[in-house]
């Protein structure tokens, strides 16, 4: 999103999109810059960055009438993910990104991810939220 943010919100404010999903942001929490820009008149941007290197994260561009909430964020060992909570009137809507980097010794794709995912969705399916 860092060098594609005119592009982006060009395209959110002609598309008329309610809810935009992004994976592989490379904001940092610094970068609030880029935040405002990428931002149309009209919506609010909800991000969560890595902790700890450069490149992955995730962001939802999502009009400004929607209510949305964090449920959780973070890293598991294969993939990052954050789920949202999305409100208008009586409706809720679940978001949930996966961003699965690219393979290395740090972020092992195979067998790990099918096990770590199996287990998050798991914990998604049983959860009390609707």
């Known amino acids: 999103m ?6 982006l919100s060009s395209y959110v404010e002609s598309s008329g999109t309610d809810i935009i999903a992004v994976t ?3 904001l940092s929490k610094s970068d609030d810059a880029y935040r405002a820009e990428i931002t149309p ?8 960055t890595r902790s700890d290197r450069l490149g992955g994260g995730t962001a939802l561009l999502i009009r400004e009438n929607l209510l949305v909430s964090r449920v959780d964020a973070g890293e598991r060992t294969s993939f990052e993910f954050s789920h949202w909570m999305v409100k208008f009137q009586s409706r809720k809507l679940q978001i949930i990104m996966i961003y ?10 195979t ?3 099918f096990a ?12 009390s939220i609707p």
């Not at 860092?2 to 592009?7: F, G, P």
């Not at 008149?41 to 969560?48: E, Q, R, S, T, V």
């Not at 699965?100 to 794709?109: F, G, M």
């Open 2 to 7: 860092r060098n594609k943010s005119a592009d």
């Open 24 to 26: 592989e942001t490379w």
């Open 41 to 48: 008149p009209g919506y609010k941007l909800f991000d969560h």
């Open 100 to 109: 699965l980097p690219p393979y290395s010794s740090n972020h092992p794709v």
């Open 111 to 113: 067998s790990v991810f």
């Open 116 to 127: 770590d995912f199996s287990s998050f969705l798991e914990n998604i399916i049983m959860s």
